[in-house]
Every structure is written in structure tokens, then in C-alpha cells.
């Protein structure tokens, strides 16, 4: 019998910290490693590197209670746990294939001072048959260091979003564990057992099986966001409004009514790269992803389409000035990877247009971007990103933003289009303030 309280996370990222916090909530000793030092040391002030709602009080309260440390020493994480997840990421490559570096490493960093028995489980996201190819290393790594230890291999994808991580930890829709024996099985059935108990599905299933689940996962939501933006192009043409085309289609049990809103297109650190990466999977085996193409397909064009109808209003960008509201690729986090946001504004600047920005968390973030420009102006709020604009676009859907005082607004800038990139408002209410209104898909 293996103890299965003893926890190592190696990467303390979105996925890794949260879920490090949530299994030392859970009752377990959580040791969280991380390669960046200044991460540690931020963390063991208990400062969270990035931004998560909940996050920092239940990283306080678990290293209050002793379950949860931090080191960037690996090999003090490896002596003291049993089991090792794997949360490193797993960035696109130039040609769209999964960098597996970061989860190499890590492997290779496990196998170099492991002296007993230990369960790698794989959290990141990566292409099927990576498990496979960890073990092969960790063995490899074992006889050449000629220490005879068992260890096993799990799959063990993580599903939770941005914004919500902790509640999608927490209660999540689903747990999949693909596995290899009874052994590693039963040890992570022991770590999920407070989920196990309130009746959370488990699916346990091979560790090819579990990689395509959150690849096929990831992909199915991707297409359901360039269905609706392809609908909502077409409803822009017809004159249909695509809010109740989304809404009466959500309303069938079969359909779903999640991720069915138009907007820029998706973004953010996962489905851009996993689908991309579901396409080079494809490609390996000789099973043309051609679904997964056009989807890709359409996100790429969706937020240039946008920009273009704002030109269509607007005439050239050159010395205009654009509030664009939101950089995050969603709101309540401040991830900006991939964000459309970003997009439009790189592509706003390039044309020669002024653009005055504002986003509750994500300005530290974009600055080191754009650190040198002085086409962009960073605003303390939205009131002051309206100023003397020719049109404002709001980008990210923070709740703030829903709640504008549009009057207000309407007074500070110079002229009045409003670009409702993410259709957060009735037409009829912005319109009546004095606007000219463009949402995606409904007019
Ligand atoms: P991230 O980039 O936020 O964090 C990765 C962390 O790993 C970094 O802090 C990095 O310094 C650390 N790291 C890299 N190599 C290391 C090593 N050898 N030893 C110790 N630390 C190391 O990544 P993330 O967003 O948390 O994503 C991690 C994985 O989870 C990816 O595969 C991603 O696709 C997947 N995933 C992400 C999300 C999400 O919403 N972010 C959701 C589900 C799955």
C-alpha cells in the first residue's frame, strides 16, 4: 500500500497552482516545484503570479495550515511525495505540433533523483501517446542510473477554465484517468476521493484514451465557437439576429446552449494551440483533420472580419482614435495568450490608428508587450478610455462592461460608433443613446 497523501506538482501555472491549492484543500501535502525562482519566491510570499478568483485565499489558508509549500528544489519535492503530477505547459510549436520539451524535462528531472516508488501522472494537455513515450524515457533514465525502482504512468487531464479554475476543480463535470494497472488506478482513486464521494463522474479508460478526450474536448468546443461565428456572419447578411438563432438553438437537449456566443473569435492558451495541435496529430497518423482545418480556418478570419466592418464604418484607421474595452481572452482572468484583443490592437496600431485601452486586470500584462508604443495609452477606467474617441469596441466580456453609463460615454468621445464585439448589450438601448450599434451577428 502506497501513501497517497504525499503530493508533488512540478509547474505552478494556472493549471499546477490550482491544482496544488485545491488537493492541499482537499486534506492532502501538496510541495508545488516551480524552474522560475522568482515564481517561488513570489509564492512564498503568498503573492499569485497571475490572476484567479479564490485562488489566494486558499493558497493562504493551506500553507497557514502546513499541507502546501513551494520549492524550486525538485529533488526535495520528489524524496517527499509518492505521486507526481506533471503541469508544465505544453506550447505550440512554429509548425502547430505540441512543444513537449517542458514535459520531457520534468520527466527526465523525476527519473534523475527518484529512489523509490512513484505514480507520474500527466496533467498537461498533450498529443496522444506522450505518456507512452515519458515512461520509455523514465526507464531509459532508471537503467542508466542503474537504481531498480517500480514506477507507474498516468493520464490524468485537466479540464478547469480560467476564471473559474478553482470552482472547475472543485466540481468538475468529469474526472478521466487513463492508467496502465490497478495500482496507479487505485492511488489516484485515493487522491479524488473527496470528488469520488460526492458522486462526480470518474472515467477511467486507457492513457491513449485520455489524451484524446481533452484533445477531442478542446476541438468540440472550438467548433461550436466558429459554428455560431459562422451564423452569426450569415445572420449579419440576412438580417437575422443571431442572439435568438443561438439562444432557440441552445434550447435543444442535444444541441447544449454553452459556447454558442459570437464574438472575435477563441482564444487564450488552450484551444488555439490544441487545436492546432489536434491538426499535426492528424497529420502523424494519416487521419486528415479536415473539421478541425476549418475550424482553425474560421477563427483566424473572424477578428479581422471584425476589424473590417469597423473600417466599413469608420473609413481608413490612420490617426483615429479606438477605445478597444477587455485584453484578457475572457474575462476574470489576466491571460492575454492568443487573446483576439491583442490581435486588434497590434493590427489598429499598424494602420496608424490611436488606441486607448482599459481592462480591470490584464494592463500589467499587455504593457510588457507593448512597452515602447506611444500609439497606446493605458486608462485607470473606462471613462478615460473613452475620451475623445471616434469609436469604442469592447473586446472582453467583464461584467463592468455591461454596465456602462452610456450617456456618459456618449459625451467624452468625439464621435459615435460603438462596436459591441462581444453582444453584451440590446442594440435598441445603445442606439437610443445616440450610438451608431454593431454587434456580431444582430443589428
Ligand atoms: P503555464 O505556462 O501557466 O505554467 C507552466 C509552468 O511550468 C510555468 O510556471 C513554468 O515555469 C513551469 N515549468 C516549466 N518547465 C518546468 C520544469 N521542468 N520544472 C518545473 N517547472 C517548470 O501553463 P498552464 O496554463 O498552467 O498549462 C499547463 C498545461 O495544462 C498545458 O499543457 C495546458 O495546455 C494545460 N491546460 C491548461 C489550462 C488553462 O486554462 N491554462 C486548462 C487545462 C489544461
Not at 505540433?97 to 520534468?106: E, G, K, R, T
Not at 520527466?107 to 507520474?120: F, R, T
Request: proline share 3%.
Amino acid at each position: 500500500m502506497f501513501d497517497s497523501n504525499n503530493v508533488a506538482i512540478i509547474g505552478t501555472g494556472y493549471v499546477g497552482l490550482v491544482t496544488g491549492a485545491c488537493l492541499s484543500e482537499f486534506g492532502l501535502n501538496v510541495i508545488c516545484v516551480d524552474s522560475d525562482i522568482s515564481k517561488i519566491s513570489l509564492l512564498n510570499n503568498n503573492i499569485i503570479p497571475f490572476y484567479e478568483p479564490e485562488l489566494k485565499q486558499l493558497v493562504e489558508k493551506n500553507r497557514a495550515a502546513q499541507r502546501l509549500s513551494f520549492t524550486s528544489d525538485i529533488k526535495e519535492a520528489i524524496d517527499q511525495s509518492t505521486v507526481v503530477f506533471i503541469a508544465v505547459g505544453t506550447p505550440p510549436q512554429e509548425d502547430g505540433s505540441a512543444d513537449l520539451n517542458y514535459v520531457l524535462n520534468a520527466a527526465k528531472s523525476i527519473a534523475d533523483c527518484m529512489n523509490e516508488y512513484k505514480l507520474i501522472v500527466i496533467k498537461s494537455t498533450v498529443p496522444v501517446g506522450t505518456c507512452k513515450r515519458v515512461k520509455e524515457l523514465v526507464s531509459n533514465i532508471l537503467k542508466e542510473r542503474n537504481v531498480r525502482v517500480e514506477f507507474d504512468i498516468a493520464s490524468n487531464p485537466e479540464f478547469l477554465r480560467e476564471g473559474s479554475a478553482i470552482r472547475d476543480f472543485m466540481h468538475p463535470d468529469r474526472i478521466v484517468i487513463g492508467f496502465e494497472n490497478e495500482r496507479a488506478k487505485n492511488i489516484l482513486k485515493d487522491i479524488y476521493n473527496v470528488l469520488y464521494l460526492i458522486d462526480v463522474p470518474f472515467v477511467f479508460t486507457n492513457l491513449e484514451t485520455a489524451e484524446m478526450i481533452k484533445y477531442a474536448s478542446n476541438a468540440f468546443l472550438a467548433t461550436k465557437i466558429s459554428f455560431i461565428n459562422e451564423i452569426a456572419n450569415l445572420c449579419d447578411e440576412v438580417g437575422a439576429d443571431v442572439h435568438d438563432v443561438a439562444k432557440a438553438m441552445g434550447m435543444d437537449g442535444r444541441i447544449g446552449k454553452y459556447f454558442l456566443h459570437p464574438g472575435p473569435g477563441f482564444g487564450g492558451s488552450c484551444l488555439p494551440k490544441d487545436t492546432r495541435a489536434l491538426l499535426d496529430i492528424g497529420k502523424n497518423f494519416g487521419a486528415e483533420m479536415r473539421l478541425i482545418k476549418a475550424v482553425i480556418e474560421v477563427n483566424e478570419s473572424q477578428w479581422k472580419r471584425l476589424l473590417e466592418k469597423m473600417r466599413s464604418f469608420l473609413g481608413e484607421f490612420q490617426n483615429k482614435i479606438i477605445t478597444v474595452l477587455g485584453l484578457s481572452f475572457k474575462p476574470n482572468t489576466d491571460d492575454i495568450r492568443e487573446s483576439p484583443a491583442m490581435k486588434f490592437i497590434s493590427y489598429l496600431i499598424q494602420e496608424g490608428a490611436y488606441v486607448q485601452v482599459y481592462d480591470p486586470v490584464s494592463i500589467k500584462n499587455a504593457a510588457m508587450l507593448f512597452s515602447d508604443n506611444s500609439r497606446i495609452t493605458f486608462c485607470a477606467d473606462e471613462y478615460e478610455a473613452a475620451k475623445n474617441a471616434d469609436a469604442i469596441a469592447i473586446l472582453t466580456e467583464w461584467n463592468q462592461f455591461r454596465h456602462l453609463d452610456l450617456n456618459k460615454i456618449k459625451t467624452l468621445m468625439k464621435d459615435k460608433y460603438f462596436f459591441d464585439y462581444r453582444n453584451v448589450y440590446e442594440p435598441e438601448d445603445v442606439k437610443k443613446c445616440g450610438f451608431i450599434y454593431y454587434g456580431v451577428g444582430r443589428k
